[in-house]
C-alpha cells in the first residue's frame, strides 16, 4: 500500500490518500473518530485540542461502507481555519497584509529554521504550517483504517505510555493487549500503573508551573501477526526497519527500540536469545519474548514490542534563544503551541503508524484484492506456519 498526506495545521483541511486497500473491506466513520478523539485527549495538552473537534469524511473509495478497491480518501476539516483564511489563502488575494502573522523568528527544536534554508521562505509560517504535528491526525485517521483491515486478520493492537518525564512503569513486564485497553481507561496519561499515572500528571503540573514541558517513552504491542511477515533477503522490506521508521516519522520522536531494546547491552547472550520450543497446538514457538516479535527482519509470531521516545515539546513558556532570520538579531522564541505534554496522545499516534506498516507487509506478501480473499488466504499460511 501506499500513503500520501497534504495539508497544513490552519489551512482548511488535512487529507489522505491511501492506494492499495483491498475491496471489500467494511468501515464505519466511528470506528475512525473514535481513534481521532483519542488522538486529542491527555493530560498536558494545549489549547489547540478545544478548537477542534476531528471527524473522518471519507470523499472518495468507500460506498455503502465497504472499500471499492480503488485509492481512498480521507478528510479532516481543520476548524480553526475560519480564523486563518487570509493568512493561510492559496491565493494571491488582494488587500491582504501579507506580513500579517509572518514568522522570521525560528523556534529552537522545530523545522523552522532548516526548512527555510532549504527551501528560500523568509517566511518561516510556510514550515511550521507543514511540520506542525497537527499533521497527525491525518495519519491517526489512516491508522483506524489499518486496524479495522488487521482485526479482520484477527491481529489486535494496543498502546500505552512507560515514562514521562523520567517517571517509568516497570518495564518488560508483558501486559495483554486486553489488559492495556482496560487499564489505561481510567488514567489520564494513559499508563497502565494507578500510582506510576499519579507521579506522571505531578511531573506535567511541575513542568507547567516552570513554563517547561516533558516527552516520555510509548510502547506499541501487537498480538497475534503471523511469523514470516518481512523479509531478511532485502533490507528495504526487513519489517522492524519499516516499523522503526515509521516510528521515527512521527513528530518529535527521537528513538525505538524493540522488545528489550537497549537493556540488551547489559545482559550475556545467553540471556537474551529467544528459545525455541514445539507443540502440536501451536507449531514452533518461543519460551521468552526479549526480541520483541521480530527476528532478521520478520515477525516471529510471538507479540510485536515497539517502543519511541517522544522528546520535550521544543516551544516552551520559558523562552529559549534564537536568531531574525531577517535582521540577524538575537531574541528570545514565542509560543507558537502550548502543550506540556503530548505523550498520551503520541501513543495514539504510534500505534497508527505500525498499524501501517503491519498492514502494508501484509499486503505485500499476500497481495489479495479482496478481503474475503486476504483473510483465506492468510488463514491458510496460519495453518501452514503451524504444521511446518
Not at 69 to 88: E, F, S, T, Y
Not at 326 to 331: L, M, P
Not at 355 to 373: K, V, W, Y
Amino acid at each position: 500500500m501506499r500513503v500520501l498526506t497534504a495539508g497544513e495545521s490552519h489551512g482548511p483541511q488535512l487529507t489522505a490518500i491511501i492506494e492499495g486497500v483491498p475491496a471489500g473491506l467494511y468501515i464505519t466513520a466511528k470506528e475512525i473518530n473514535e481513534a481521532l478523539s483519542s488522538r486529542q485527549k491527555g493530560y498536558g495538552r494545549g489549547g489547540r485540542m478545544t478548537i477542534e473537534t476531528d471527524q473522518v469524511e471519507i470523499v472518495g473509495g468507500l460506498r455503502y461502507g465497504r472499500t471499492l478497491g480503488g485509492p481512498l480518501a480521507l478528510v479532516v476539516k481543520n476548524r480553526d481555519w475560519k480564523n486563518w483564511q487570509d493568512i493561510m489563502s492559496p491565493w494571491d488575494l488582494e488587500n491582504v497584509d501579507k506580513s500579517k502573522r509572518a514568522v522570521t523568528r525560528p523556534r529552537p527544536g522545530h523545522a523552522d529554521l532548516v526548512g527555510g534554508m532549504k527551501y528560500r521562505h523568509r517566511d518561516l509560517r510556510n514550515i511550521l504550517e507543514r511540520s506542525s504535528a497537527r499533521e497527525t491526525a491525518i495519519r491517526v485517521a489512516v491508522g483506524a483504517v489499518m486496524e479495522i483491515l488487521l482485526r479482520q486478520l484477527d491481529i489486535e493492537l494496543a498502546a500505552h505510555v512507560v515514562n514521562i518525564g523520567g517517571v517509568s512503569i516497570q518495564q518488560n513486564t508483558y501486559v495483554s493487549i486486553q489488559e492495556i485497553r482496560e487499564r489505561i481507561s481510567d488514567s489520564v496519561v494513559a499508563c497502565i500503573c494507578p500510582e506510576t499515572s499519579k507521579k506522571m500528571v505531578e511531573k506535567i503540573d511541575i513542568a507547567k508551573r516552570e513554563g517547561d514541558t516533558v516527552g516520555g517513552i510509548v510502547e506499541v504491542i501487537v498480538e497475534n501477526m503471523p511469523p514470516g511477515i518481512g523479509s531478511y533477503v532485502h533490507y528495504d522490506r526487513k519489517l522492524d526497519g519499516k516499523l522503526a521508521q515509521a516510528i521515527v516519522s512521527i513528530q518529535a520522536f527521537k528513538g525505538v527500540e524493540f522488545g528489550e531494546g537497549f537493556q540488551i547491552v547489559e545482559k550475556f547472550g545467553s540471556q537474551i536469545h529467544d528459545e525455541i520450543y514445539y507443540n502440536h497446538e501451536v507449531g514452533f514457538s518461543r519460551y521468552t519474548n526479549h526480541y520483541g516479535g521480530l527476528e532478521g527482519g520478520m515477525s516471529n509470531g510471538q507479540p510485536i514490542i515497539v517502543r519511541g521516545v517522544m522528546k520535550p515539546i521544543p516551544t516552551l513558556y520559558k523562552p529559549l534563544r534564537s536568531v531574525d532570520i531577517d535582521t540577524k538579531e538575537a531574541f528570545e522564541a514565542t509560543v507558537e503551541r502550548s502543550d506540556a505534554c503530548a505523550v498520551p496522545a503520541a501513543s495514539i499516534i504510534a500505534k497508527s503508524v505500525v498499524a501501517f506498516e503491519l498492514a502494508d507487509a501484509i499486503i505485500e506478501q499476500f497481495g489479495c484484492d479482496h478481503m474475503d480473499r486476504l483473510k483465506d488466504v492468510v488463514a491458510q499460511y496460519r495453518e501452514e506456519m503451524r504444521n511446518y
